[in-house]
Structures are given as C-alpha cells and as structure tokens.
C-alpha cells in the first residue's frame, strides 16, 4: 500500500515537486521518492511513498522500471505468484510490482488487467510508445485523481498530492452534490479541474490527449442454479479470496463489528491463517450506540486475539483537528470517525486488516431497498388527486415524517422514494438550502432530481437489482471504500476486502433477485455464517455504524455547528440553516445536513 504521483509539463521545481510527494507519505512511510524522465521531450515526474507489505526490501521501492515500462504501484495484486508463472524471466524480486511490469511487457496493458487479482491505481510509461497510462481497479478500492489543463498533466493518489495551483476553483456542481449526498460521486472531485479515474477504467494520455476506457463491467445475465448451490459458489469464492488476502510478510488481522459481513470474514481467516488471528472492533461511551460486545462475544468463539476501544466525545475533538488533513473534501459519513480510532489502535499491532465492507451492496443488506420498493407498491395505488392532497397536507405539517413525504407523494417516482431515504439533504430541499440562481448556474435548473444529482440511470433487472448496481457504482467507492481507504492509510495500515474481490461480484451479480432473498437479506452470506458459528451471536436487528451526532449537536458541538453557519458565504440560505439549526436544538433531527455543513471548507 502506497501513494502514487505523477507530474508531465509542470513548471514546478524538483523541490517542490518532492514536497508535494511527501504530502501523501503517511500512505507509505518506509520509503519516498521521486524520478526524472523524458516523455515527448519533456519532463515527467513519478513520485512514489512505500509502505512495505511484499518482499520488504529496498530493491522493491518504486518507481521501478524495465526495458520498456517505469511503474508507480499503489495497491496488491494477490494472484502474482501464479502470474509469474505465465513468464519465463529471471525475477529479482519476490514483488508484485515487478510482475506486473513483466506482464505488462508481455500481454500489454487490457490483457494484463484480466488477468489481475487485486486492489490497485497505477501510473504506468511506455517509453517504447510515449505513452502514459492510468488504471484503477475494477472495484475502485484504490483511488486515483488527474488533471489536464494548459499543457500540464498531474496525477495522485489524494487530492493533497496537487499543487495549489491546480487546486484554485471550487466546483460549485460538486459542492450541491456533497450537501445532497454527504460525499462526491462519479468522476467529479470538489475542484473543477481535477477528476477521479473511474473504477474499472483506464486512461490513456500521449501528451496532448486524453482517452479512457472501461475495461471492465458487471455481468447483466443471470445464471440458472439453485439456493445450495449458490451458497457453496459464494463459500467457494470467498475462501479463496480471505486465503488470497493473507498474503503478506508482514502480519495480518481483521476488522470485527460482530455483523455478518465482518463476522464471515474472521471466521474464515480464523480457519484459513497458521496462526492466531487477531481482531480489532470499535465501541462508543454512549451506550445506545455501542455493539461491541457481539464483536467480543464473536472473537471468542472463534478464539481470536481480540482489541476494542471505547470511541467518546473527547475522540471527536482530537480527531476534528486532522479530519481534513487526510479527507481533504468534503466528506460527510461521520462514521470515518471510529474508522479513523480504529485503524489507529490497529496499526499498533498489525500492518494489514481485513475488512467486510461489500456486503451490504452485493447481497441486499440495505433497508432502503425495500422500503422503496414497498412504498412505490403502496402509494402507487392511491389516486394522483387523492396523492395530490395528502403532499399539500404534508408540506405543511410540522412532523418531519409527513413534510418529507409531501414530495414523493405529489411526484410519486422510485427515484423520488429512494432519495428520501439515500440522501442528507433531499433534492427538492435543495432551492431552500442554497441560492436558486446558484443551482441554476450549476445544474442548469433549480428543480433537481436524484439521477440529476447521481448523474446515474438504473439499469438492473429489476428495481432491487437496480438499487443495488447504483449503490455498487457510486455509494460503494465513493463513500464506503473513501471512507475506509482513507482512514487507515491515515496511519498507514493497508485494509483488504475479501467481499469486493472481482470474482465474488462478478458471481453475485449473476444471480437472480429472488435467490438472494430465498430467505432474506443477506441470506446466502448468513447461511455460510451459521455453519461456522452459533446463529444466536449473530441473529439481531441490523444496525449501521453510526454515531451520536444528534446529540452532540444539541450539547458539546453545539457553539462549533452554528459558528460554521455564520461562517457560511451568500452561495447558502443562512436563514434557512439556522432555522434547521434552531428545529434541531427543539427535537427535530437534522444530524446529517449539519454534519455535512460542519464538514465544508
């Protein structure tokens, strides 16, 4: 696990350019450094941060270059070993980066990426062709940005890793986005010259033009095969992929909440690691927040060393300090804070962790999914004009739940119902939260909808299959894998992800809806869980990671919200901010549009 960097036609020096690689080193602190080479007669950069995870020695550091190819690698490729059995050359490391400069070699770069195991973005030269190449896994595990303007292109893993330069305007379509969502999705970052590759993309750059390309894609047909046996698929591929994420030589543990998702991935690293594993979970002082005892009472069945630790207000302020230092946007999931904790006290017993994010996406694990489709089912029989009532009633209405129903109810759509439970700030609350010329100017029109916002068309066999792929597409790596990513390399520990292994999507995807829910949500997952440990410690309503934002807002963080408020430029309806503020201190619940107010910059 590592930082990449990469500079064609800057008029930065050397030492700056040093300075901004070094930005990025709490991504690898064993080693940093920055190389010079000749792309169309001009300068190219490659700048490289280390964290050491395979063949630990220096003549593994990057860049590192053969004949034909220089590489910056961030990310494993788990499958190399047997990679290198497609190549007869004489190795001179145990690395996967120089297994994939041979396979590059051999195969070129398309050929090379099926064949690829892994989490990865990589910054690649062919000094043959003049060419220069960016690739991000299929997943989007692993991030990757770039800008293009006025003849300069630069790369890197954060957005810290840009110089201010490229980092002067703020992208207003961004920033409607973030206070929608709570995080910016597709290719969009909060500056408007900068862009993220794509997950599954690659980028082709030869000095003067871009190209992308997609690589990569989920599968659209279904595949006939009964309930057992797509459970004993499911087992089949994600033992595999826990034994394939084991890989290392330094030593790995595993992230614990006591659900299923991470459950499933202990139990099997338990039974699939020589030794004994340890786990690491996360509780809260608050009490009605705190799950850690299924964590603990998971742990010890499957008899792993087992470390928690108690996340409090107090961790809230220490952690504020350097939140933007390394979410450097806007981010608003406030559960990267216990992240944040827990990666901490990881990375004080271990280099690498296993996490079970994925889940939830690929096998239906969301209450939303149903709610909307129930809703739809329901409010689609009633009458538009009796409908047309009802919203009119509900706009007016003090209780939160009829006011924020008044809108689907009047434009009943499955977009409609799913962003009233998707996103911090509802689309149609949009023109009361901002300056409507400001939405205008953005988005072309003051009235927006969710696909205007997510710039995304369902495209599943079915609504569920459909809410699913969305989430996988946006949700997944621009929330949950930013928030994961960036809150361990913050102290530079690698997470791995058994659950977002290709092979295990690719299969997931292939099944039909109904057989996923044969016997609920999550229930192929559940009946591999169940084999391996007592269904009682697992069994119990599904509960996110969250946290006690509503009522720090109305006690400890209180004075910090509305002075952020005050703060605000005329781009926000301030009276409309305060009046939220206000409601909030009187027992309405508007956690996650302040959290995302406090999170702007």
């Given at each position: 696990m590592c930082s990449i960097l990469g500079y064609y036609n800057t008029k930065l020096s050397y030492k700056e350019l040093v300075k901004q690689n070094l930005s990025m080193s709490h991504r690898g602190p064993d080693n940093s450094t920055l190389k010079e080479y000749r792309f169309r007669d001009k300068c190219l950069y490659f700048?490289?941060?280390?964290?050491?995870?395979?063949?630990?020695?220096?003549?593994a550091n990057q860049p590192m270059e053969n004949e034909r190819f220089v590489i910056v690698f961030n990310g494993e490729i788990y499958n190399h070993r047997e990679l290198r059995g497609e190549c007869e050359y004489a190795w001179k490391t145990t690395s996967d980066t120089e297994t994939l400069l041979k396979l590059f070699s051999k195969f070129g770069v398309e050929q090379t990426l099926l064949k690829l195991i892994g989490m990865f973005a990589i910054g690649l030269f062919d000094k043959f062709e003049q060419k220069l190449y960016l690739v991000r896994d299929r997943v989007g595990i692993?991030?990757?940005?770039?800008?293009?303007?006025?003849?300069?292109?630069?790369?890197a893993s954060e957005l810290k890793g840009f110089a201010e330069h490229l980092k002067c305007k703020v992208s207003n379509k961004a920033l409607i986005q973030f206070m929608t969502l709570g995080y910016i999705p597709n290719e969009s970052s909060y500056y408007q010259n900068i862009k993220k590759l794509q997950p599954a993309h690659y980028l082709m750059f030869d000095g003067?033009?871009?190209?992308?390309?997609?690589?990569?894609?989920?599968?659209?047909?279904?595949?006939?095969?009964?309930?057992?046996?797509?459970?004993?698929?499911t087992e089949r591929l994600l033992r595999s992929s826990v034994k394939y994420r084991l890989l290392a030589d330094v030593e790995v543990?595993?992230?614990?909440?006591?659900?299923?998702?991470?459950?499933?991935?202990s139990v099997i690293m338990a039974q699939e690691s020589n030794q004994k594993i340890k786990t690491f979970s996360i509780g809260f002082e608050d009490k009605a927040y705190d799950e850690s005892i299924y964590a603990k009472e998971v742990a010890k069945y499957i008899k792993s060393d087992h470390y928690e630790y108690k996340f409090g207000i107090n961790d809230v302020f220490t952690l504020l300090d350097g939140f933007d230092t390394f979410y450097d946007e806007p981010f608003g999931d406030a559960s990267s804070l216990p992240m944040m904790l827990l990666s901490k006290m990881t990375k004080e017993h271990v280099t690498v962790a296993l996490s079970g994010d994925g889940g939830d996406e690929l096998f239906l694990g969301y209450d939303r999914y149903f709610l909307t489709q129930n809703y739809h089912n329901k409010l689609s029989k009633i009458p538009q004009v009796l409908r047309n009532m009802l919203s009119s009633i509900g706009r007016y209405s003090t209780h939160d739940r009829l006011q924020k129903m008044s809108y689907p109810l009047k434009n009943l759509s499955e977009q409609n119902l799913y962003a009233l439970l998707y996103s911090s700030t509802k689309p149609w609350e949009l023109k009361n939260l901002f300056d409507r010329d400001f939405l205008v100017e953005s988005f072309g029109k003051s009235d927006l909808s969710l696909l205007d916002i997510l710039e995304y068309q369902f495209d599943g066999d079915d609504l569920l299959d459909s809410l699913s792929r969305l989430d996988f597409h946006i949700y997944l790596p621009d929330d949950i894998l930013v928030k994961v990513d960036r809150a361990s390399m913050a102290y530079s520990l690698e997470a791995r992800v058994p659950l977002l292994d290709h092979r295990v999507v690719e299969f997931v995807y292939s099944l039909p809806t109904n057989l996923k829910l044969k016997n609920g949500p999550k229930s192929i997952?559940?009946?591999?869980?169940y084999k391996h440990v007592p269904k009682e410690l697992i069994d119990r309503p599904k509960r996110g990671f969250s946290v006690p934002l509503k009522h720090w807002f109305r006690n400890e963080l209180k004075d910090v919200v509305y002075a952020k408020i005050e703060s605000l430029d005329d781009r926000f309806n301030k009276k409309y901010l305060f009046n939220i503020f206000q409601e909030h201190q009187n027992g309405r619940n508007f956690e996650y549009v302040l959290w995302n107010i406090l999170r702007l910059r």
């Open positions: 700048g490289h941060n280390r964290l050491s995870i395979q063949d630990l020695a220096t003549h692993k991030p990757l940005y770039y800008t293009f303007e006025n003849g300069e292109f630069a790369f003067e033009n871009i190209a992308l390309k997609r690589y990569w894609k989920l599968p659209n047909d279904k595949i006939d095969i009964s309930y057992s046996e797509a459970v004993e698929e543990g595993s992230f614990l909440s006591g659900g299923v998702d991470s459950s499933l991935v997952l559940k009946e591999i869980l």
